[in-house]
């Protein structure tokens, strides 16, 4: 469905959302400036194809908000991994230190017991 949102009214419904026949009719109607659609890939070609060079092509406000939401949730998702991460380094980290260190006392006091004449 094309829609004039200046004026908030249907303007034409496509038969199919393939890029040659957005092509054919952004051809048919030239005087279009501004075109806000979807992400579609589709869209963008037939746009491309059939509108005028002058034409320019923004993201509608919903596509706009799935963008930002999208990419938000990668950065946190991104974020929360490395977070995750680090604690975990740390965690093993400091497991790894008391072990050795407890190792090395328990190896120091069975030395002491069992080879007292070598000290």
């Not at 419904?13 to 890939?41: M, N, Q, V």
């Not at 869209?43 to 799935?66: C, F, M, S």
């Not at 991994?81 to 975990?88: F, L, T, V």
């Not at 965690?91 to 070598?118: Q, W």
Request: with cysteine; proline share 4%.
């Amino acid at each position: 469905m094309l829609v004039d949102l200046e004026r908030h009214r249907p303007i034409d419904l496509l038969p199919d959302r393939e890029a040659e026949t957005l092509s054919i009719w952004f051809k048919a109607h030239p005087g279009i400036e501004i075109i806000t659609r979807d992400r579609s890939r589709a869209y963008a070609n037939g746009i491309t194809e059939g509108a005028p060079a002058t034409v320019v092509q923004v993201a509608d406000r919903w596509h706009l908000l799935k963008n930002l939401r999208e990419a938000l949730e990668k950065l946190l998702k991104r974020h929360l991994q490395q977070k995750r991460q680090r604690s975990m380094q740390r965690f093993c980290s400091s497991i790894t230190k008391n072990a050795n260190a407890e190792a090395g006392d328990y190896l120091e006091r069975c030395r002491v017991r069992l080879f007292p004449h070598l000290l």
